[in-house]
Every structure is written in structure tokens, then in C-alpha cells.
């Protein structure tokens, strides 16, 4: 029944709804964003009115933009067409708010998207096992530091944690799935090319200081004895994707909350 619905969502978007007060239902593709808002591209106003989100020929999100911001109940669906989860974006399907790590004073902003709390900037905790992109201080200040995997399993405050592969996934699909899901969590500047994302959860991710165009977030979850699970995002594709590498190798951290 669920694909279903997934399916006569979609249809929608081929057809112009008219007559006993049907609305047409929009590809949010077919929209512009302009400050955060999304916008008519032929007129620049901001649209109002039912929107499917599609990847491939199936609806990965439904429901409605009010002065194009993201309005009332936002369905999220599964590949398979089931859902994932429906939200009231009123009532907080984002909520920011800010924390002080006590070891070093350092202050971090967090957003709580759909039950899980993140940082909203990478870990600059300055732990033995860690180091600055290029040796420069002041990219640790814009980017947070980078971590070996046994560093980033210890490095997160109390009351945080190093998320596991399986929590990073929950993140992934609840913001459109692997294939889009970067530009949605990318930050709405600072990466090379304008590679940037739409930062609509508030999760602004960054390139961690190389040159703009990558970055890569350790997660608690071992691949084998030598390799870890880790995400990461380029300034040229839409996606995140999911690889191991050496625990040696250095990248970043994005703490969750317990």
C-alpha cells in the first residue's frame, strides 16, 4: 500500500491537476533556490504548494513548501516506496541549539534532525592522534581537526559519541538517500567550484581544508582489522558515499549525542 503511494505521488508530477480545486504537484528539481528559498524560476517568486521529490522515476519525499520553505508534513520514503518516516516540519523537524565542550571551553552549534543530535562543525578537539590539514593552524578553526580512527573512537566529549555506520545511514536516508543526500547536507558555501549544497537541515558540512573538494567523517565501525567505515563528500557529485580506509589515515569527526 505504501508503494502505492509512492507511486500515485509520482504520477502526479507528469500531470497538471485542474478543476474542483486540485493543485498542481511540482518537481522540487523544477525549482531554484535563492537564499534558502526555493523559488519559481520564471517569475524568481518564492513557491507555495504541494512538491514531490524524485531520483530515478521514484519519490523519495512529498509534501508541501509554504513561501518556499518546507511546510506541514514532509513524507520520506524508501527506494521500495516505503516510508521511512513522516514529519511535521512545523513543529521541529530541525531544532539548533549550541554546546560547550568542557575540556577545552571550545563552543560547537548542534541541529537535531529527526530524533538524532550532530555537531553542525567538525570536532577541533586537540587530542594526541590529530592534526590540522596541511600542518596550518587556522584550517583547524575553519574546519575542525583531523583524526586517526583509534584518536576519533576517543575524541568526542562526554555525552557524545563517534556515530557507527548504521547511524550515519539513518542520517542518509532521512536527507534523500546516498545519491542526493550531499547536497542536501553540504554547506551553502565554501566549496570549490560552487560545489556547494543547500545546508536545508542545517547540518553544514564543509570540505575539510583540502582545497575545497572533499571531505571524509570516520565512523565508529570497523571494516577489518587494518580499516574503518567512513562518509564522505566531493564538490562535484551530489552524493555521500560510503568506502573504508587505514585506521591511519587522518579525517574528520562529526560527533552525535547519546
Known amino acids: 500500500m505504501k508503494k502505492f503511494i509512492a507511486i500515485l505521488a509520482f504520477a502526479a508530477v507528469s500531470t497538471i491537476l485542474v478543476g474542483c480545486g486540485e493543485e498542481k504537484i511540482v518537481e522540487l528539481g523544477s525549482l531554484q533556490q535563492r537564499g534558502g528559498v526555493y523559488v519559481v524560476p520564471e517569475t524568481q517568486k518564492p513557491y507555495s504548494g ?6 530515478e522515476n ?5 509534501g508541501s ?14 527506494k521500495d516506496g516505503s516510508i521511512i518516516d513522516v514529519i511535521n516540519y512545523k513543529g ?33 578537539y586537540d587530542a594526541a592522534g590529530s592534526g590540522c590539514y596541511g600542518n596550518n593552524p587556522a584550517n583547524c578553526q575553519t574546519y575542525g ?25 539513518k ?32 547540518f553544514s558540512a564543509l570540505p575539510a581544508g583540502d582545497d575545497g573538494d572533499y571531505c571524509g567523517w570516520w565512523s565508529s565501525t570497523e571494516n577489518n582489522a ?29 560527533c552525535l549525542q547519546d
Open 171 to 202: 542520517l542518509v536516508d532521512i536527507t534523500g538517500g546516498g545519491e542526493t543526500a550531499g547536497t542536501i547536507l553540504k554547506a551553502a558555501s565554501g566549496w570549490k567550484d560552487n560545489g556547494n549544497g543547500t545546508d536545508e537541515y542545517g
Open 145 to 169: 581537526r583531523l583524526y586517526n580512527w583509534n584518536t576519533a573512537l576517543k575524541a568526542c566529549p562526554s555525552g557524545w559519541h563517534l556515530p557507527g555506520d548504521d547511524e550515519w545511514q
Open 226 to 254: 587494518t580499516s574503518a567505515y567512513l562518509r564522505h563528500m566531493h564538490f562535484n557529485h551530489s552524493k555521500v558515499d560510503r568506502d573504508s580506509h587505514d585506521k591511519s589515515y587522518l579525517f574528520s569527526v562529526r
Open 65 to 78: 513548501l509554504k513561501n518556499g520553505k518546507f511546510y506541514g508534513e514532509i513524507t520520506i520514503y524508501r
Open 50 to 55: 504541494k512538491f514531490v521529490e524524485t531520483r
Open 92 to 124: 521541529g523537524i530541525v531544532q539548533r541549539d549550541s554546546f560547550t565542550d568542557s575540556r577545552d571551553g571550545k563552543k560547537y552549534a548542534t541541529v537535531k534532525i529527526i530524533g538524532q543530535t550532530w555537531m553542525a562543525e567538525n570536532l577541533n
Open 58 to 62: 521514484v519519490v523519495i519525499r512529498a
